[in-house]
Each structure stands twice: as structure tokens, then as C-alpha cells.
């Protein structure tokens, strides 16, 4: 029987390195490649390719968790790059670009829920999912194309920030009520406890910091990632086991760190962790899709695609203008916003979790075929805004080369 | 002289180095230590990504930028083959009494205790020259000798 298990763990993380490489290879994100892992050897169609059987991984339990981990400390990544002091510095900018695009962007995300006849909830969870851009696969596309020097990659960061802090009070509210079900007061009542654990946890980031400063300082790097692992995972347990989402607790977690010394040692040693947890769950996602499920919303997958794009392109384009950037700076603040990924998926699994109606099967399948389409979709049009708007001036240095 | 400094969430921190007028050069660190390195010339134009180095290189490449490079060396290890003796290049100037002599009249030698290993004139350096050899003023002189010795020349050359 372990060896059973041992095989299909093997086989995995082997589907997920090969799956990784091709996508580095095609100068894509890894992440639609994870999950397009999880889709072919997990236990949905396809289930064979000719003689071979492709049902090799059963969703087994030991992947859910290492996945609830995944999404455990890809929010705690969030909090600890979370920056107050930029959002508080650039308020006056990142304001107004902020609200453009949360407007323009979970706006659409809510009349699209509503012509397809969701609920409201369901239509929350629609809006979430086409609201947030991927951070992963935006930060690496500035820094593939050479962005990051430029000053659009400013305006682009800086709305990624808002959207960051938007995102966690939104996950907050959204899981309280869904997981709460019911009616308006009990809902009233798991916002209410959703907000003073929360509001707990936000005193002992802000007050707690040479504390936290202490409780953490280790000389071996084993004991200090075990020390981060288990409280960080400890505090995301006892917030769900109260009825918080999980999510924003680690987020909470991870910003009671930012403001130590211990965030670049985090960024070391921690990180590949959270990669290792964050690609399971990208391929436990993948799994549990039944392509026939996504091929089912195939309307409105083509109406939230089409739309979503142009929203995000308009919102980025207006946010470039009001940050002072020109008119080729601000489209490529457009563009660069189009990706969506690791976000989105974590508003899917919590859909998943909540599992009555839509939310069960149409919404999660919905959510995997956008982040895939949009995902890439994104990338490749990064690649033509740059010659799109490439600059035509004078090129010094380059124009040797 | 300005340095603009941002964070760029998950990957490290970004650096922005006014040069002459607009033009940037803009260094990203990753928190793995890579550093990469662009150029801006205008604040219209897009950056050009010049290189990139590892931790490693760029400390070390760093130090040269500085102008405070040096390889650092075991001392324990350390071989003289001179023994006492080191190598120095001086100045023959105008007016010094060995101006026009040949070697083997300027005695040096015998009166410095240097032996003379090569001597540098314009762009020419004549390597163990011959007895015959006549000093010039420019002249350099390559000598080998003890540090006691090699003051002893700088002041018959200055003589």
C-alpha cells in the first residue's frame, strides 16, 4: 500500500517537473501547466492516450493537504511582501488606479454572474475570479521582457498592491458568509468573528514585531523553516476551524512578519516550500477538473474572456494615464494587468469547498479554464504590446548588439 | 548623484542610478543574490538589459568597479623566490651622472649592489642588456635588489 502511494506521489512530481520544463521552454507560466498535469493524469478524461491509461493519481488525501498548504503560503507570501509603507507612500497614485480598476473589473465580473442567472453569491465568486490579476505570472513576465526597468512596471506593481489588500478583505467576507450559509444573521455573525480574529492578528503584526523579531531568530535554517511552517500553518488552522478563511489568516501572518528582519531569510529559505506546496496545488486543482465540466461553460468561459480582457486593458490603460505615464507606457499598464492565475484559483477552491449549486461544479471548472486561458493569453500579449509599442526613438547600446 | 530604490513584491529590490542627464541604469536584486542589470538612456525609451551576474560575480565585479580590487592571498603559502630582493623600475633623469655612460663604466653593481635585468626606453624594452649598453636620460631601468639596495641607486641615479 505505501508503495502504492510513494508511485503516485512519484509520478506527480514527475508529471509537474515535465510539466514545468515545457512551460519554461515556451516562455509561458508555470502555472497552466501544473494544472494542465493534474487534467491528464488525474482521474477525470482524458483516461488514456491510446493503450496507455492516464488515470495514474487518485486525489488522494495527503495531495489535499499538501494543497491547503499551497494555498496557506501563497497568501502568506502575499502578506509578507505586502507593503504598507508603499501603499500609504504612493496612496495619492495607487488610489485612483486601484479603484479604476476594481470597478471596471469586478464590475463586469458582477454583470456577467447576473446575465448567466447566478446567485448573488455565486456571482461574487464570478466577479472575484476575473477581478484579480496573477501576481506570479505578471512579476515574471516584467522581468522576462525587461519591464521591471521601465516606469510602466511601477504602475503595474502598485495596482498589484491594491489589489493584494482588496483580495484579503474580500476572501475574508466572501468565506465567512459562504462557509457560514444560513441566513443574514448568521452571516452577520461569522463576518463578525471573520473580523475580530482578524483584527486580532492585525494588532500583533503592528504591535508585535520585535516580539515576533525574538520568537524567530535562529541560527540553523531547518529549525527557522520549521518555526515559520508550523506557527504559520497552526494559526491558518485554528482561523478555518473558527470559521475564517484560512487564506487571509496566513496572509495576516505573513504581514506580521514584513516588518521584521527575518523577510529576506523567509524569501530564502521558505520559498521553495511554498513552491513545492504551491505546485500541488495547482496540479490537485487540475485533478479534480473534468474537462467535459469546462466544455459545459463554454458561453460564458468566451463572454468573461472577451470581456475581462478589454475591461482589464481599459482599467490599466486609465490607471497608466492617472499615474503620468504616456500613452505607449499606459497600454502596456493594460496588457500587463491581462494575466490571471494563483488568485483566482484560491477564490475557486474555496467555491469548492463550500460545494452547493454552481459553486460545486460550474464555477471551480469555470475558474480553471479562465486562469488557463488567461493566463497565457496574457503572456502572449505582452510579447505583441512590445513590439506594439516598442519605442521608435533613438536606441543607444542595444543598437549595436 | 540620485538612487531611486523600490521593492518589486517576490522577486528582491530595484534600483534606479541617475547617470548624465535622463539616462539610468537600473540594477534589479533578486533575493537569490542574481543582480541584473539595464540601461535606460531616456526617460522615453525602454531599458535594455545589459547583463547579469550571481552574487558571487557581482561582489567581486563590484570591487573592481570601486577600484579597491586585490586577490586576496594565502599567506602561509606565499613562495619568494627573490628572497629579500624586489624588482623595481626607476627613472633615469636628465642631467644624472650616468647619462651617456655604457653600462660596464656605470658600475652599477658594484656600487649599488642592483643588478640590472632590463632596461624600458619609449616603447622598447631590451631584456638583459649587454655591458655595452649606453644609458640614456628617460631611460627606465629594471632593477633587482634588496630594498636597501634599491635606495642606493635612487640616489646615484639622482646624483
Redesign the interface.
Given at each position: 500500500m505505501a508503495g502504492e502511494i510513494l508511485i503516485e506521489v512519484g509520478i506527480a512530481l514527475t508529471a509537474l517537473a515535465i510539466g514545468g520544463a515545457l512551460a519554461v521552454r515556451v516562455n509561458q507560466s508555470v502555472i497552466p501547466m501544473y494544472i494542465v498535469a493534474g487534467i491528464l493524469v488525474g482521474p477525470n478524461v482524458p483516461t488514456a492516450l491510446g493503450p496507455i491509461p492516464l488515470t495514474l493519481v487518485e486525489n488522494h488525501e495527503f495531495i489535499d493537504v499538501l494543497a491547503e498548504l499551497g494555498v496557506v503560503f501563497l497568501l502568506f507570501?502575499l502578506g509578507l511582501?505586502?507593503?504598507i509603507e508603499?501603499l500609504v507612500e504612493g496612496w495619492n497614485k495607487l488610489v485612483g488606479i486601484g479603484t479604476v480598476d476594481f470597478v471596471l473589473n469586478f464590475g463586469v465580473g458582477i454583470a456577467i454572474g447576473f446575465a448567466f442567472g447566478f446567485t448573488l453569491i455565486e456571482t461574487l465568486f464570478v466577479a472575484g475570479i476575473v477581478y484579480i490579476s496573477s501576481?506570479?505570472v505578471i512579476?515574471k513576465s516584467l522581468?522576462d521582457r525587461?519591464?521591471?526597468?521601465?516606469?510602466e512596471?511601477?504602475a503595474i506593481?502598485g495596482t498589484?498592491?491594491f489589489e493584494d489588500i482588496l483580495i484579503a478583505v474580500y476572501l475574508a467576507v466572501l468565506s465567512a458568509v459562504a462557509l457560514g450559509g444560513g441566513g443574514l444573521d448568521e452571516a452577520a455573525i461569522s463576518v463578525g468573528i471573520a473580523f475580530a480574529f482578524l483584527g486580532g492578528l492585525t494588532l500583533l503584526a503592528w504591535y508585535g514585531t520585535e516580539y515576533v523579531e525574538r520568537a524567530f531568530t535562529v541560527d540553523s535554517d531547518e529549525l527557522f523553516l520549521l518555526r515559520v511552517l508550523g506557527v504559520t500553518t497552526l494559526v491558518a488552522g485554528g482561523a478555518l476551524a473558527l470559521g475564517v478563511s484560512e487564506a487571509v489568516a496566513a496572509f495576516f501572518v505573513g504581514t506580521a512578519f514584513s516588518t521584521t528582519g527575518h523577510t529576506?531569510r523567509i524569501?530564502?529559505v521558505v520559498?521553495p516550500a511554498r513552491d513545492l506546496f504551491a505546485a500541488v496545488f495547482f496540479f490537485s486543482i487540475g485533478l479534480t477538473t473534468d474537462v467535459t465540466v469546462i466544455a459545459g461553460v463554454a458561453a460564458l468561459l468566451a463572454v468573461a474572456v472577451v470581456a475581462t480582457t478589454l475591461t482589464k486593458l481599459a482599467s490599466g490603460t486609465a490607471g497608466g494615464f492617472l499615474y503620468g505615464l504616456?500613452r505607449r507606457r499606459s497600454l502596456r499598464v493594460g496588457v500587463g494587468l491581462v494575466p490571471r492565475g494563483e488568485f483566482s484559483l484560491v477564490i475557486a477552491a474555496l467555491a469548492t469547498s463550500v460545494g452547493t449549486g454552481a459553486l460545486g461544479t460550474t464555477i471551480p471548472a469555470f475558474a480553471v479554464g479562465y486562469v488557463l486561458l488567461m493566463s497565457i493569453l496574457g503572456t502572449t500579449l505582452m510579447g505583441y504590446a512590445d513590439s506594439l509599442t516598442?519605442?521608435s526613438?533613438?536606441?543607444?547600446?542595444?543598437g549595436s548588439s | 548623484m540620485t538612487v531611486y530604490e523600490t521593492d518589486v513584491p517576490g522577486v528582491g529590490r530595484k534600483f534606479e542610478y541617475e547617470l548624465d542627464g535622463e539616462d539610468r541604469l537600473v540594477v534589479l536584486i533578486h533575493h537569490d543574490g542574481k543582480r541584473e542589470v539595464f540601461r535606460r538612456p531616456s526617460e522615453d525609451a525602454d531599458g535594455t538589459k545589459l547583463f547579469e551576474l550571481n552574487d558571487k560575480q557581482a561582489r567581486e565585479f563590484g570591487t573592481i568597479l570601486e577600484g579597491a580590487y586585490f586577490q586576496p592571498v594565502d599567506l602561509d603559502s606565499v613562495d619568494v623566490p627573490l628572497g629579500e630582493s624586489i624588482i623595481e623600475w626607476t627613472d633615469l633623469p636628465a642631467g644624472s651622472s650616468l647619462e651617456g655612460e655604457s653600462l660596464r663604466d656605470a658600475e652599477i653593481r658594484q656600487r649599488t649592489g642592483t643588478s640590472v635585468i632590463a632596461v624600458q626606453r619609449d616603447d622598447e624594452t631590451v631584456a638583459n642588456p649587454g655591458s655595452e649598453f649606453e644609458l640614456r636620460a628617460g631611460d627606465i631601468l629594471v632593477t633587482l635588489g634588496t630594498r636597501d639596495e634599491q635606495q642606493a641607486l635612487d640616489d646615484l641615479l639622482a646624483a
Open positions: 507570501f511582501e505586502f507593503n508603499r501576481s506570479a512579476t522581468i525587461g519591464w521591471i526597468a521601465n516606469p512596471s511601477e506593481l498589484l498592491v529576506h524569501e530564502t520559498a504616456n516598442a519605442y526613438g533613438e536606441v543607444s547600446l542595444s | -
